[in-house]
């Protein structure tokens, strides 16, 4: 069950429930005051009687109007978020489209200019549509937090040789054979924000990965050779757009690779390391 519906269901038994206490003293002050005037046969008695008639039904009545009011506001603001959402994934998938064509096109020119001048300024080019690119499905993934995730078995180390093609100039050793079970996307993102903390932020020039199956979890070390993590790294994982430093980037990146990891199961972690930065992910071991 997602936020908005839990939100909208909980109004809606607030809205029963204090209607229904409110019907109910309605309904036995009203009995009280009938056995008073019953009784005592004065005029004080059917006075009550009216007060406590008037004063029950615009007390419900308010809850309704209040409760009715509250349920629409939830309703708009879901119907809200979903048109916000609709048209930014939209945006996103057009964009990185534009950017996929303009990273190929990019790409192309290397090639052709292969030891000229030129080249240093293409490949800043292409590392800065890949950045882009990145950002870009973080920002989906920060917007969508209840988008669905597939359980499925997936080879992490392919999936890290493919995000390293993203840093050529990065050296990424991986070891092969490490699969688990989670969603192929998702994974792939957390892996490319990884290597590029790593080239970007950390300066590094080198980043193994590596990893070992313990009590049915892949535990997976990303580790590199940089500068180390700045002070304060660690509470970048659980709040977002927090920058530990002038050279952080949007401070999402971590919090949204802790944040999919939890949701596949598993969690993100920082390892203690005599330099750079080691980063372990957990997963649950793939089935077979």
């Known amino acids: ?147 669905r995730l597939q359980a499925e078995r997936v080879d992490i180390s392919a999936l890290a040789e493919r995000a390293a093609l993203d840093w050529p100039g990065l050296d990424v050793s991986v070891q092969p054979g490490l699969v688990g079970t989670g969603d192929e996307r998702a994974l792939l993102g957390i892996l490319r924000n990884l290597l590029q903390n790593a080239a970007v932020h950390g300066h590094a020039s080198k980043v193994v990965v590596t990893g070992d199956v313990r009590h049915g979890r892949l535990m997976v070390r990303v580790a590199d050779d940089g500068v180390g993590a700045p002070d304060g790294m660690q509470r970048t994982l659980t709040v977002p757009f927090e920058r530990v430093s002038p050279t952080s980037g949007t401070g999402v990146g971590l919090y949204i690779a802790q944040r999919l990891l939890t949701r596949m199961g598993g969690r993100l972690t920082l390892a203690p390391a005599p330099s750079g930065v080691s980063i372990v992910i957990e997963l649950r071991e793939a089935v077979s």
Do not use: C
Not at 107 to 116: I, K, N, V
């Open 1 to 147: 069950m997602s936020r908005d519906t839990l939100r909208y269901t909980l109004a809606v038994l607030w809205l029963v429930v204090t209607v229904s206490l409110a019907a109910w003293w309605l309904a036995f002050g009203l009995s009280q005051a009938r056995e008073l005037a019953h009784d005592a046969g004065n005029a004080r008695a059917a006075q009550v009687q009216r007060m406590l008639l008037w004063e029950g039904i615009v007390f419900i009545a308010l809850l309704m109007t209040g409760g009715t009011a509250l349920l629409y506001a939830i309703r708009r603001e879901r119907e809200r978020r979903k048109q916000v959402q609709d048209f930014f994934t939209a945006f996103t998938h057009d964009l990185k489209t534009s950017l996929a064509s303009v990273r190929l096109q990019a790409e192309g020119l290397q090639e052709d200019l292969d030891g000229h001048a030129p080249r240093q300024s293409l490949d800043r080019l292409t590392s800065d549509t890949v950045r882009l690119e990145l950002q870009l499905d973080n920002a989906l993934h920060f917007a969508e937090p209840g988008a």
